[in-house]
């Protein structure tokens, strides 16, 4: 369903990726895990067209989407939680979960009240500005205004970043609901086990390179320290 | 060891300041040979050139985007105006109450406007001015809302004007005008060497800093506050000085006109956008295409002006750093050696010289 | 007496204060855009409607209504070809740009339409008046008022209340997350520059109606504009009305001591508030 090839992305002079080919099938849920500064949310980001590259280096559904703006690509049902959550503040909790489907609806199975239904503390916190609320319960927020599209393709950038344990579990049981709706997910994790526990195929970056990729069955744990800090760690 | 040391010269900086004293050498003889139209038309540049390149020095490298510079050139020739009339001075000499008048009123400006932020500093400075040509404008004395003229008298009397007119076999006026002329010279001269030696020293460095990051420039010491309001007032100083020089030359005065945001706030912007922001070149630049443009098209009055109008936008979208930006940019050739690079010398291998660019 | 009617129609004045205020408040909430220009678009939309009322001898009311989808057009594509491409962290070059549009208007006017004065004529409205009790008020200013008042309701209402408003509102917080949720924010922009035009149309027509005007008036509507909306606080749209109150107030009030201090006042309130309130009295959490 999605494909990146040869994926190469660069802020000014810095590269970050240097060819990176992925790919993510229809339902799947696909894990990607590095260090910090290995690539990995700027992934993500020329996925979601936050960062423009050449057409045909991301390729959806047969479309070459890689030089499409953020929105056109939202559009075509890819949605992402943005690293950090970024709710915006001037909205209230309802309403950053309403903007997050004012564009597309798609099929209609994600809306405010099955939404709430995933999230009940959402629904209780319905007027509060998004801001004013706990991380996990913004990120719970985040992940709903995602859901709200009705994406064929989910991206979870980080999401279990600076959450206690406890919520971090909260969150992640969530998932297997929005699987069963036939969304794929992408997971961006430093929480290797927590990936793991949830994908079904993995990729590890480091440096800007894919140096592990297969399913997360077989993953043994001296592999992913080798990709993980590179063979001289 | 390496042996790093910080310089800013290059060739091309080198051969220009040769190339500047040769030209202020040929301007300070000038007028032993021009004519009286061009001589007038140096004045004009000249003192545009001076305002722009204070403009250029607040905005482009302080940060402060001011839209009340023109409280200062008011406030500078009122202040001369009222020495000469009141207390019965030279005008010279009372130009440099101009530039002590402009002093005083900056610093409850720079009081007030130092509290607001980027769009609300540049109204703010702007509806300061306006106050004070409101407030000008009751001074009856000085002509109140119509204005009024230097006295014959004081004009018909002015140091130095009989000694020129001698000398250059000229009539009192255009001696007058000489006079103005070699005033305004040593002004652009002094206040782009004053500015020069700013930005080459320290504090003209953390200027930057504070321009480019405020909070991470104090973060490393920088004292923010004293920094701007240091530029600010001198330049406000300066601003005055060459207020009360027009209107030296000008001898006839209004609150409309001396408080005027066309003349002496829009048209500087122009000129510092049009040649280039930021850089101590572009207002040279932009001050020769201003001053073609007014001689060539000043007939067309109002299309002179409307074209003036869409060259800047249409500079801004495709040359936000002015046609000096456009040049530097492709040649990376600087007249006014400001920009440090390391210099690094390995004692074991011959030295080195690396371009001190850092990734964005 | 004379101090309660001073005041009354200082509140009157402060409507059409804030009606030049409106689309600027708009426009500065949501993308922080100086625009200099707007004191000469809203005298530009008055030339218009003049020019719609002679070809068409309809009631201004009727062609100021013609008028305004033509300057929501203008509005859009001003903003979506032109200041899109200069909007950014740094203040300069919309300043610049729109500084320039500025002396543009104003000659280009002044050589289509020549430096004569013009008025709207509005027949028997002009001088219309009624009593309310202890003082009598102009049906004009209170027509100006209330069409001020229903100005920022209405805008009110979309701002927070309707998916635009949300995406408004979404643009102006984050414009990279904004386009994350599928919304363009250069279309964003460029609506919301077109929505301030159709109140400049609003604004451009009372003052038409009520004094008259020629293409060099403009810069000094922007002044009065500008301090309605920064004393009201970036982002408050009743506040932008409170503020346009305060200066007109300011005026009368000063106008009634002596007439030569009608402007001054109103800048001395503008100052005077923003010493105690640099940042305007109902400014947004977020900034």
New interface residues.
């Given amino acids: 369903m999605l494909q990146t090839h040869a994926l190469t992305a660069a802020y000014g002079q810095f590269k970050a990726l240097f060819g990176i080919d992925i790919e993510v099938g229809p339902g799947e849920c696909v894990a990607i895990i590095g260090a910090n500064g290995a690539g990995k949310t700027t992934l993500l980001r020329s996925i979601s067209g936050v960062l423009r590259n050449v057409p045909g280096m991301v390729m959806h559904m047969g479309e070459a989407i890689g030089a499409m703006p953020a929105d056109a690509v939202m559009r075509r049902g890819i949605a992402m939680v943005p690293e950090g959550r970024r709710l915006f503040p001037s909205l209230s909790v309802e309403e950053n979960l309403l903007i997050g489907g004012q564009v597309r609806r798609g099929d209609g199975r994600w809306t405010l009240e099955t939404v709430y239904q995933l999230f009940p503390i959402l629904k209780e916190r319905r007027l509060s500005p998004g801001t004013a609320l706990s991380g996990g319960q913004q990120q719970m927020v985040a992940i709903g205004r995602a859901l709200m599209s009705n994406p064929a393709l989910l991206l979870c950038d980080e999401i279990s970043l600076g959450l206690a344990p406890v919520v971090i579990r909260d969150i992640y049981a969530a998932l297997p609901r929005i699987r069963e709706t036939g969304a794929a997910v992408v997971i961006v994790e430093q929480d290797i086990a927590r990936a793991l526990s949830v994908a079904d195929r993995v990729y590890c970056l480091m440096e800007g390179r894919v140096t592990l990729a297969g399913p997360a069955a077989g993953i043994t744990r001296e592999a992913v320290h080798a990709a993980y800090f590179g063979e001289a760690a | 060891m390496m042996q790093v040391t910080v310089t800013a010269r290059t060739r091309a900086s080198t051969l220009a300041g040769v190339a500047a004293l040769g030209l202020i050498g040929l301007g300070v003889i000038l007028p032993a040979f021009a004519s009286r139209s061009l001589i007038q038309d140096l004045f004009f540049i000249l003192t545009m050139l001076t305002l722009a390149q204070v403009w250029n020095l607040i905005?482009g490298y302080g940060g402060m985007?001011s839209?009340g510079q023109q409280a200062f050139v008011g406030i500078g020739a009122y202040a001369m105006f009222a020495g000469v009339i009141l207390w019965g001075w030279d005008p010279v000499p009372a130009i440099l109450l101009g530039g002590v008048a402009a002093l005083v009123l900056a610093v409850p400006m720079a009081f007030?406007a130092f509290?607001?932020q980027?769009?609300?500093f540049?109204?703010?400075t702007?509806?300061?001015a306006?106050?004070t040509r409101?407030?000008v404008?009751?001074w009856k004395t000085l002509g109140g809302?119509t204005g009024t003229s230097l006295p014959r008298e004081a004009t018909a009397d002015i140091i130095g004007v009989d000694a020129l007119a001698r000398l250059f076999g000229l009539r009192d006026a255009a001696a007058r005008d000489v006079l103005a002329y070699w005033l305004a010279l040593a002004l652009a001269v002094g206040t782009m060497a004053a500015i020069y030696a700013l930005l080459r020293s320290r504090n003209g460095l953390a200027l930057a800093a504070v321009r480019d990051n405020d909070n991470a420039a104090r973060s490393v010491g920088v004292d923010a506050v004293r920094l701007k309001w240091l530029v600010f007032l001198a330049a406000a100083a300066m601003t005055g000085l060459v207020g009360a020089l027009i209107y030296v030359q000008t001898a006839r005065i209004s609150p409309d006109a001396a408080f005027s945001?066309t003349n002496w706030t829009?048209y500087v912007?122009?000129i510092v956008?049009i040649g280039g922001?930021g850089r101590l070149e572009g207002p040279i630049v932009g001050v020769i295409v201003f001053w073609g443009l007014q001689t060539a098209f000043a007939d067309y009055g109002?299309?002179y002006?409307?074209a003036?109008?869409?060259?800047?936008?249409v500079v801004?979208?495709f040359a936000?750093r002015g046609l000096w930006g456009l040049f530097a940019d492709r040649t990376q050739i600087a007249l006014f050696a400001v920009q440090r690079r390391l210099v690094v010398e390995n004692p074991s291998a011959t030295p080195r010289k690396t371009n001190g660019k850092a990734?964005? | 007496m004379i101090w309660l009617d001073t005041v009354v129609q200082g509140l009157l004045l402060g409507g059409l204060y804030a009606l030049f205020a409106a689309g600027l408040s708009l426009v500065f909430g949501i993308m922080r855009l100086v625009n200099l220009a707007h004191g000469d678009l809203i005298i530009f939309a008055a030339f218009l409607i003049l020019v719609v009322v002679e070809l068409t001898g309809l009631n201004p009311f009727l062609c100021a209504l013609i008028a305004a989808p033509a300057l929501f057009a203008f509005g859009w594509a001003l903003q979506r070809f032109v200041l899109n491409r200069v909007l950014g962290k740094d203040i300069l070059p919309p300043l610049l740009v729109t500084f320039g549009l500025s002396v543009a208007l104003q000659n280009g006017m002044l050589e289509v339409f020549s430096a004569d004065s013009r008025r709207i004529r509005a027949g028997a409205l002009e001088s219309a008046s009624i009593d309310l009790g202890p003082v009598t008020v102009g049906i004009m200013p209170l027509l100006t008022f209330a069409s001020a008042v229903l100005v920022i309701f209405a805008l009110n209402r979309i701002f927070y209340f309707s998916a635009l408003g949300r995406a408004f509102r979404a643009t102006s917080d984050d414009a990279v997350t904004a386009s994350l949720m599928g919304i363009d924010p250069r279309s964003v922009f460029a609506i919301a520059t077109g929505l301030a035009m159709v109140t400049v149309t609003i604004a451009a027509l009372y003052l038409g109606m009520r004094s008259n005007f020629d293409p060099s008036v403009g810069p000094a509507r922007l002044i009065y504009a500008f301090e309605a909306v920064i004393i009201g606080g970036l982002g408050s749209l009743w506040g932008t009305l409170l503020g346009g109150a305060i200066i007109g107030v300011a005026q009368t009030v000063g106008a009634q001591i002596n007439p030569e201090w009608q402007v001054l006042t109103g800048h001395l309130a503008f100052l005077v508030v923003l010493l105690v309130r640099p940042r305007g009295l109902f400014p947004r959490a977020v900034d």
């Fill in positions: 905005a985007v839209v007030f509290r607001l980027g769009a609300y540049a109204i703010g702007w509806v300061i306006e106050v409101l407030l404008a009751q809302g945001v829009a912007i122009f956008v922001i109002s299309w002006l409307l003036l109008g869409l060259i800047a936008i801004m979208l936000p990734a964005p």
